[in-house]
Each structure stands twice: as structure tokens, then as C-alpha cells.
């Protein structure tokens, strides 16, 4: 006679057990593991691609860019092509900063034929401090190297910051206000 209470601490199957069926058992828990997670990982993609937060951060990464390069040729003058840059300004820009590039044309134009004056600009930081995708509205400040050669003396290189003011218009965001921040005064 054996005795039932010991435990049959073996690791062979037992008698009557299909090899088989061990094996089929496992792959049905690996497929159905696999259709779970390739479940999931489809429903995150779907979301993530439909995401209200994905388009903003797209929009906002446009803005700051679009906001640089328009800074960028506002900041280029050059007494040799100014009729040639103040016609993109025009394409950059809403009123009221149009206007008054337009209401300076001229004094502009004197002022750096007179110099014989030529800059050109580079963003070197820049962030946007608000969006407003529905009023199609947006603020940046921008850190700008700005080099000026007048005739024959060297170029000089002065380092600014700007506060932009951009509106979206059917053709894109343009520049709608540009200003110089100053220095905080020291304390």
C-alpha cells in the first residue's frame, strides 16, 4: 500500500501528461500576451497621434521658427538693396508695424545710404512667453547678435533682446510688433 499524504516533489509530469500539449498551452499564452500588448501599443499610437498636444507643440515649434527668421530680416539692412528687403519686410509684417516701416521708408533709407550701413542678425535664444492659436496671437523674446559695418570701419557686434509681437494672417504668422528690451536696472 503507499502512503497519499507525501507530496510527490518530482519534476517529471505526471503519468498521462501530452508533451504536446505543454508546448500548445505555452504558445497560446505567448500569442495571447502578444495580442495584448500589440493592442495597447496600437491604442497608445492611435491617441498619441490624434493628441490636441501633439498639434500645439507642433504650432509652437512653427511660431517660434517662423518668429526668429521674421526678426532675423527685420534686423538685415542694406544700403545697396534696401527697396529689394523693404518690399519682404512688407510680406513679414501687419499693421500697425507695416505702416510704420512705410511711414520710415524713407528717412531709413537716407539714413543708412548716408552710413553706407549694412547688418545682418542672428537669434541666438529665443522662447515664446504666450500662445493663442484661437485669437491666432503670439509673444516671444528673442536674443539677437546684431553686426553693423559702416564703409570701410570693421564690423561691430552688439548682442540685444527683443520682445516680439506675432499675428496669424491667412498667409502665416507675421511679425505685428517688434521691441527692444532693456537691461533691468541694477540694484
Known sequence: MTDRSTTDLST???QGADPRRVLVLGATVLVV????????????????GSDDGLDFARERDEVVLVGQQHVINLLHQDYRKYDEIFEQLKSATTSPLSEALAADKEATKKYLNDRKLVTTAKARESA??????????????AIVELTGKSGEE?????????AVELTRTPDGWRLSALDAVRPAPAV
Request: hydrophobic share 50%; charged share 15%.
Open 12 to 14: 517529471d509530469p505526471p
Open 33 to 48: 500576451l502578444a495580442t495584448l500588448f500589440a493592442g495597447w501599443y496600437g491604442v497608445s499610437w492611435a491617441v498619441a
Open 128 to 141: 515664446l512667453t504666450e500662445l493663442d492659436l484661437r485669437a491666432g496671437k503670439a509673444k516671444m523674446l
Open 154 to 162: 570693421q564690423p561691430q557686434v552688439s548682442t540685444g533682446r527683443v
